[in-house]
């Protein structure tokens, strides 16, 4: 079955924990995203990356990190650094040879701190 | 600066009746739009798109949106909602500030509540 899978999909973190949130998609798509989804706040990035061993900063990056080890594959570590990290993420990925290219998300994952 | 707005938090209509989401836009150069649906606890689905051509775009579901450069707006529409149309909403914006990196740039979201 084809698309974008986040694990897991409720996760909890205790203060000064590092936590990672994994999204694996198998469309061969280039670029892959992460987003933070708040009520009322609409969706911010966090992360991009356009190729396999580089990303980039979106609005939002402080207390997180991310990797791009395989194209498959763009993790998401939430730091103790992150303040507020109560939150809905989303993963999201694309093709990069057009403009119009549709981006598409999977089902996203929940982090609570305890 | 480029940016979309969703004027309405919440859009309620009666199931049966003609919907409409709105979203306007801010952009330089030309717009690559985007609609997405989002149900409760689940990640966004792809409805519709407006690339180039045709100002009316047909989608998933039912839905349509049009595309007016003037007004810079692109409104979600449906001739006949439906109750499972309840969801939240969001328009989208390709940020071509930074070339080709694909990020979208999203409204706040709108609720739209269709009442059977």
């Known amino acids: 079955d084809g698309g974008i899978t986040q694990s897991p999909k409720y996760l909890f973190r205790k203060e000064g924990q590092n936590v990672t949130l994994s999204c694996e998609q198998n469309?061969?798509?280039?670029?892959m995203y992460w987003y933070r989804q708040d009520p009322g706040q609409g969706l911010r990035l966090i992360y991009y990356?356009?190729?396999?061993?580089?990303?980039q900063k979106g609005d939002i990056a402080e207390g997180y990190s991310v990797s791009r080890e395989k194209k498959e594959s763009f993790p998401l570590t939430v730091t103790s650094a992150q303040k507020n990290p109560t939150a809905f993420y989303l993963c999201?990925?694309?093709?990069?040879?057009?403009?119009?290219?549709?981006?598409?998300f999977g089902e996203g994952s929940w982090l609570t701190v305890v | 600066a480029q940016s979309v707005a969703q004027p309405e938090d919440q859009v309620n209509v009666a199931e049966g009746n003609p919907l409409t989401v709105k979203c306007t836009y801010s952009?330089?150069?030309?717009?690559?739009l985007f609609w997405y649906v989002q149900y409760p606890n689940r990640g966004l689905q792809f409805l519709l798109k407006?690339?180039?051509?045709?100002?009316l775009v047909k989608g998933s579901y039912g839905f349509e949106a049009e595309f007016n450069k003037s007004q810079t707006s692109f409104h979600l529409k449906k001739p006949s909602a439906l109750v499972s149309d309840s969801a939240l909403y969001f328009c989208?914006?390709?940020?071509?500030?930074?070339?080709?990196?694909?990020?979208?740039?999203f409204g706040q979201g709108t609720t739209l509540q269709v009442k059977p």
């Open positions: 999201a990925s694309t093709y990069t040879d057009h403009k119009g290219n549709t981006i598409y």
């Open positions: 469309l061969n798509h280039d670029a």
């Open positions: 990356s356009q190729i396999v061993n580089d990303f």
């Open positions: 952009v330089s150069g030309n717009p690559y």
């Open positions: 407006y690339i180039t051509g045709d100002n």
């Open positions: 989208a914006v390709r940020d071509s500030s930074s070339g080709n990196t694909g990020k979208l740039i």
